[in-house]
């Protein structure tokens, strides 16, 4: 899916290392210019590396930006909410390259399942029921659920593979903000001391994505939003 904007090639030694300007300090994040359709896989596995080793990343989507870790990372999750300024019963969604990793996060049957598949990769989130692989502190408190969501986005979905599992993730609005950001040098001046990388790969279509609850008995629409909901027959 094209991006809405045309993103500037950095040939500099910031662009190819996949470092900003002052990350001598280490309490600066580090900045990836990727291209939005050549991706420079030597920047996606170093953020991939952050992101294993417990730190925060902005990441582009199909709807807006996001703020992503380690789905196991206790400290990573919970450094996740502070940053994003929600409590424990904020949905967080994990982020999946394709349906095949479902069966480990959700419990989904055949209705669910073809549901999904119709609108999977696209930007659409789920709330389906957790499995027990999924930890109590990303789940909702009291339903035991889990959004969940394959975007189809090609920058996010070659960093999911290379990090090799799903991200938990959150849409990136700053606390008390009601908008999610969409240009990453904002996000680079607001968050560079409390998140570690920022993958930039243009604006991101800046609409939400729209969340279908399949917990219950029904499919419920809870938010209409980018995602066509015709395409389920709803």
């Known amino acids: 899916m094209p991006l809405a904007v045309s993103v500037r090639i950095d040939m500099s030694a910031t662009a190819m290392t996949g470092t900003c300007s002052g990350c001598e300090n ?75 990793e479902l069966a480990t996060y959700a419990r989904v049957d055949n209705r669910q399942y073809r549901m999904l598949k119709l609108a999977t990769p696209g930007p659409f989130t789920f709330i389906l029921d957790a499995t027990k692989e999924v930890p109590r502190r990303v789940s909702h408190p009291s339903r035991r659920t889990i959004g969940l969501r394959v975007p189809d986005h090609k920058v996010l979905q070659l960093l999911l593979a290379e990090f090799g599992e799903p991200l938990i993730a959150t849409t990136l609005i700053p606390p008390g903000e009601t908008e999610p950001m969409n240009d990453t040098e904002d996000i680079r001046a607001r968050f560079e001391k409390s ?11 800046r609409e939400p994505t729209t969340v279908i609850d399949l917990s219950g008995d029904d499919a419920i629409v809870v938010r209409e939003g980018r995602g066509e909901v015709a395409l389920l027959g709803l």
């Open 26 to 100: 280490a309490f600066m994040s580090q900045f990836f210019d990727i291209h939005p359709d050549n991706p420079q896989m030597r920047l996606l596995r170093q953020a991939a590396q952050i992101l294993h080793d417990g730190g925060l990343a902005a990441v582009p989507t199909d709807s807006s930006y996001a703020l992503v870790c380690h789905l196991d990372d206790k400290d990573a999750v919970e450094k996740l909410r502070r940053v994003r300024g929600v409590d424990d019963k904020h949905h967080l969604t994990l982020l999946c390259r394709d349906l095949s």
């Open 195 to 205: 998140i570690q990388a920022i993958v930039c790969a243009g604006a991101c279509p």
